[in-house]
């Protein structure tokens, strides 16, 4: 009779990332700067705002651009184990809104952003600076080999950030 120990998954699962709160705060900005993105804040909210602890507001300049900083921010934060609630107006692509629990994203376009006058919403939450933060381990999304079935990765993160801020 054979043993019935099961052979280990492969690739073999890696332990979920628990990133903190700033440091996810600290990623959405960084990827949202690879990406282009202007007038970048990250924003500490006080013990008084119960929404999130931070907020992230980013400007794209088009309705494609702000849907590629949604898609760079939804898919290498869930590689690296987030998960934010379902996303708010990617659709349109004029704001999008993504909720990590202590951190809220706000993805719009200029326009957008002077109409909901979303820097003087925040006016009370102390600005950080982002640049500064220790950032956590970004891998990349798996990514199916066309005709394969495999999964690959196309290259280490820190390759790959190297290269878009080059």
Not at 60 to 68: H, N, T
Not at 97 to 118: C, K, N, T
Not at 147 to 164: F, H, I, K, Q, Y
Request: net charge negative; no cysteine; hydrophobic share 40%.
């Amino acid at each position: 009779m054979r043993p019935t120990n099961p052979r280990p998954p492969w690739p073999p699962a890696q332990e979920p990332l628990v990133i903190e709160a700033l440091e996810l705060a600290a990623a959405a900005a960084h990827l949202a700067d690879l990406k282009k993105a202007e007038d970048i804040a990250v924003l500490e909210l006080d013990g008084s705002n119960r929404i999130a602890d931070y907020v992230v507001v980013a400007t794209g300049r088009s309705r494609p651009q702000i849907k590629a900083l949604y898609n760079e921010l939804h898919t290498r934060l869930k590689a690296a184990g987030e998960t934010h609630s379902r996303a708010e107006g990617v659709e349109l692509g004029w704001w999008v809104l993504l909720d990590f629990g202590d951190v809220i994203v706000h993805l719009m376009q200029g326009e957008a952003r002077e109409y909901y006058d979303m820097d003087s919403l925040y006016q009370d939450a102390r600005p950080v600076d982002w640049r500064a933060v220790k950032l956590p381990d970004l891998p990349l999304p798996r990514r199916r080999l066309r005709g394969t079935g495999s999964d690959v990765r196309d290259a280490a993160p820190t390759e790959l950030d190297a290269d878009a801020e080059s």
